[in-house]
C-alpha cells in the first residue's frame, strides 16, 4: 500500500495534469483582450491563478507559434513590451475549448 509521501506525490502529479490543460483555456480566454506577459500573469492572478514565468512564456510562445496568437513589439513606458492578443484561429480554438471545458465540467458534477 502507498504511503502518505507517495499519495502526496501521485496527487500533486495528477494536480499539475489538471492545472496544465486549464492553463491554456485560461491564457486563450484572458488574452481576448491584449496583454503583455507581466500584465497577463497579473490578471491571472488576480482571477485566482498563480502562473510561474517559466511557464506562462513557454506558453505564449508556442500558442503563437501554432496562430492562436498575435504580438507586436511596442515600447511603453520608455521599456519595450510584446503585446499578446487572441488570434482568430485562437478564437475559434477558444469557442471549442469553452464548448469541450463545459461538456466535461457537466459530466464530472455528475460523476463527483
Known amino acids: 500500500m502507498a504511503d502518505k509521501a507517495d499519495i502526496d506525490d501521485i496527487t500533486e502529479k495528477l494536480r499539475s495534469e489538471i492545472r496544465r490543460g486549464a492553463l491554456v483555456l485560461a491564457v486563450l480566454a484572458q488574452l481576448r483582450q491584449e496583454h503583455y506577459g507581466y500584465s497577463l500573469r497579473k490578471a491571472l492572478a488576480d482571477k485566482g491563478l498563480e502562473v510561474e514565468e517559466g511557464t ?28 499578446y492578443q487572441l488570434s482568430d484561429a485562437g478564437a475559434q480554438v477558444l469557442r471549442q475549448l469553452q464548448e469541450d471545458w463545459l461538456e466535461l465540467d457537466a459530466s464530472l458534477q455528475q460523476l463527483v
Do not use: V
Open 56 to 83: 506562462l512564456y513557454p506558453l505564449i510562445r508556442r500558442l503563437e507559434k501554432q496562430g492562436l496568437l498575435t504580438s507586436e513589439w511596442r515600447e511603453e513606458a520608455r521599456r519595450r513590451k510584446r503585446f
